[in-house]
């Protein structure tokens, strides 16, 4: 079965560096997007693409934060310098464009970053 | 504001038992609601996803109901195993085709 694939599965790193999370969604799906947990707190939306640019978008989702599909596979979340606060599980998940309803989303395994 | 509420927080059952989930969402405004399933420190396994245009839908020993008036869903679980526990989310798809996240109910099965 088709499924949306994460890595790395977890990355600890230093404040102030660079991280970059990435996705391969399922491969004929057309809408991507960025969610992330906090332990203990509710799934957050972080950011929708589609059609090779950023479709919506959340307070979180700050300057600080990019994503790009550098290919016909992969869809990158990148966090420029990292803060203590940006340590989450972060989930990538990937919908089919499905006319007339708004279709499932099918979601990776996830990526724990944790900040020190 | 799109909130969505779960309760009870968390469950503990025997097995064998048939339980329900409950979700509740402030603005019956949305394209469909999705359960998931969520094991510690793993990812999200979706369930079960109702159109709006839905009042229910089954997998299994799930059935999921939606009532999208009252802004109600539940997550039915019929004979209960160890293996079903999890953490149960809900979330919904509102006009901001944005998923919506419950903080989910923890539930434990005893053997």
């Known amino acids: 079965e088709p499924e949306v694939t994460q890595t790395p599965s977890h990355q600890v790193t230093q404040m102030g560096q660079e991280v970059i999370l990435r996705c391969v969604p399922i491969s004929n799906h057309l809408y991507f997007y960025w969610y992330r947990q906090i332990l203990g707190q509710k799934v957050e939306f972080l950011v929708s693409f589609y059609n090779n640019e950023i479709s919506e978008k959340s307070e979180i989702f700050d300057d600080q934060f990019s994503v790009e599909r550098p290919d016909g596979s992969n869809f990158t979340l990148k966090i420029r310098s990292t803060k203590l606060e940006d340590s989450a599980m972060y989930f990538c998940a990937s919908k089919a464009d499905i006319a007339g309803s708004y279709g499932e989303l099918f979601f990776g395994e996830g990526s724990r970053l944790t900040v020190l | 504001k799109q909130e969505v509420t779960q309760i009870p927080a968390a469950l503990s059952v025997p097995e064998g038992e048939n339980l329900v989930l409950n979700c509740s969402f402030t603005d019956s405004a949305i394209y469909n609601l999705q359960w998931f399933r969520q094991d510690p420190g793993k990812g999200l396994t979706s369930l079960l996803l109702?159109?709006?245009s839905q009042r229910e839908q089954t997998s299994g020993r799930l059935n999921a109901s939606l009532d999208k008036s009252s802004g109600r869903s539940t997550l039915y679980i019929a004979a209960s195993q160890p293996g079903d526990s999890a953490t149960y989310l809900c979330a919904v798809v509102g006009s901001n085709y944005q998923l919506i996240w419950g903080a989910g109910t923890k539930l434990i099965i005893k053997p």
């Open positions: 109702i159109q709006s």
